[in-house]
């Protein structure tokens, strides 16, 4: 399965950069350094919370 992998618009050029594709019922990442290298999957529920977290500064 081909996922649609991007980073975010505030990584410029820069290659140290996570990146997330979305899959079926939640998001996976990777590290953009190595995109052949694993990869790591979270239900949508925990990544929206996590995202939740960086907004408030946790």
């Given at each position: 399965?081909?996922?649609?992998?991007?980073?975010?618009?505030?990584?410029?050029?820069?290659?140290?950069?996570?990146?997330?594709?979305?899959?079926?019922?939640?998001?996976?990442?990777?590290?953009?350094?190595?995109?052949?290298?694993?990869?790591?999957?979270?239900?949508?529920?925990?990544?929206?919370?996590f995202l939740a977290g960086l907004d408030d500064g946790r």
């Open positions: 399965m081909t996922l649609a992998w991007r980073k975010s618009s505030y990584s410029g050029e820069g290659e140290s950069c996570v990146e997330v594709a979305p899959v079926s019922g939640g998001v996976a990442t990777r590290d953009s350094k190595n995109p052949a290298g694993p990869t790591l999957s979270f239900e949508l529920g925990p990544w929206r919370r």
